[in-house]
């Protein structure tokens, strides 16, 4: 599936609020779908606030706030296992429990 360009879209849904036409006679004469023009005519209402939603910027923003977050999971995960394995293998021989081999690091 293509994307189309955001200025095309915005144009698209000026000529749709304006009332110049019908709605669905704007869409076919732009070659998009019903269900394409609700989707931005749904998602412009979202960013102007009229609707309840998340904007397209705050979407991306959330799902790269939410990678990041991973990211920072997994690493604390390595940190404490690596912090457990060193510091059980200064106090006893052989770390319990670690994927070190036993041998204290």
């Known amino acids: 599936m293509h994307r189309l360009p955001k200025e095309f879209r915005d144009d698209v ?5 304006r009332g110049e036409a019908p709605i669905k006679k704007v869409a076919n004469d732009f070659g998009i779908s ?5 989707n931005w005519l749904r998602q412009v209402d979202v960013e102007d606030g009229a609707k309840l939603g998340v904007a397209a910027s705050e979407s991306a923003e959330l799902r790269e706030a939410r990678k990041r977050v991973r990211l920072l999971e997994l690493e604390s ?3 404490r296992r690596a912090g457990s394995c060193w510091s059980s ?3 006893v021989v052989g770390c319990v429990g670690c994927q070190c081999s036993g041998r204290g690091g």
Not at 13 to 17: D, E, G, Q, S
Not at 34 to 38: D, G, K, L
Request: proline share 0%; hydrophobic share 40%.
């Open 13 to 17: 849904v000026a000529i749709i609020r």
């Open 34 to 38: 019903e269900s394409c023009r609700r």
């Open 77 to 79: 995960e390595v940190l």
């Open 89 to 91: 293998s200064r106090t």
